[in-house]
């Protein structure tokens, strides 16, 4: 029977979404450990890649090798660099780009990468998915949700110059670590997927205080949100 994959970067994301998984069994292949298990009447399997881009696209083929994947979700935290943003609310990753991938010496846009283009694009299906469940969770007004682009980068973006110039290249509404790469192996395999994430912090000189502070939250807001879309 084929599974939802989903991938979390760090434990504290990881520890919510085990939180609404039932019947929870482990594996471990290639020292990463893969809990499969039961979310809202899916057969799930969850694994932690760890923080970067190489962690993150190592685990997502790990992944799709060893399980009969249906779709992928990336599902954690972010900074937001939209300033409409506020912490904990969620963005869905309509299309990712890598910020810090450039071969402009070569003529090329910032960001765009051979036999991929610029930006990757999450599955149609997927997005609208996630459009209805934004309706079934509308009348929760602590928190809003928006579609849109994601920035995926090996920084800890912390200025708010380089988050504006993010902004501005790519048109992103929030900056993480690890989507793009998930994306990128996704659609190279031709696996569906989708990225959620929450806002943790903003570039503000103050992200490291803000991240502490709110990864929780915001994963358990991802955690719920995963929730409503898999019903």
């Keep these: 029977?084929?599974?939802?994959?989903?991938?979390?970067?760090m434990n504290e994301e990881m520890q919510q979404i085990k939180n609404?998984?039932?019947?929870?069994?482990?594996?471990?292949?290639?020292?990463?450990?893969?809990?499969?298990?039961?979310?809202?009447?899916?057969?799930?399997?969850l694994?932690?890649?760890?923080?970067?881009?190489v962690n993150a696209a190592r685990t997502t083929q790990i992944l799709i090798d060893n399980y009969d994947i249906e779709y992928v979700v990336n599902i954690g935290t972010?900074?937001?660099?939209?300033?409409?943003l506020n912490?904990?609310?969620?963005?869905?990753?309509?299309?990712?780009?890598q910020h810090d991938f450039d071969i402009t010496a070569f003529g090329r846009e910032k960001g765009f990468i051979t036999g991929v283009g610029k930006y990757v694009f999450s599955d149609e299906k997927l997005v609208k998915k996630c459009k209805e469940a934004m309706e079934n969770i509308a009348q929760d007004n602590s928190y809003k949700v928006l579609i849109g682009t994601i920035a995926s980068g090996d920084i800890f973006c912390t200025d708010r110059n380089m988050a504006n110039e993010i902004q501005k290249e790519f048109g992103a509404l929030?900056?993480?670590?690890?989507?793009?790469?998930?994306?990128?192996?996704?659609?190279l395999d031709n696996?569906?997927?989708i990225v959620i994430r929450s806002i943790s912090d903003s570039p503000n000189g103050n992200n490291n205080i803000d991240f502490d502070e709110y990864i929780t939250i915001a994963s358990k807001r991802c955690a719920e949100f995963l929730k409503e879309l898999l019903k």
């Excluded at 019947?23 to 399997?45: A, M, P, R």
């Design 191 to 193: 696996v569906p997927f």
């Design 87 to 97: 912490v904990t609310d969620v963005v869905i990753g309509e299309k990712l780009a």
């Design 174 to 187: 929030c900056v993480e670590m690890e989507g793009a790469a998930i994306g990128q192996i996704c659609m």
């Design 20 to 45: 609404v998984m039932s019947d929870i069994t482990e594996n471990i292949v290639y020292n990463l450990h893969f809990f499969e298990g039961n979310i809202s009447g899916k057969e799930c399997v």
């Design 1 to 9: 029977m084929s599974k939802i994959g989903i991938i979390a970067a």
């Design 78 to 84: 972010a900074g937001g660099v939209d300033t409409s």
């Design 47 to 53: 694994v932690e890649c760890g923080i970067g881009k």
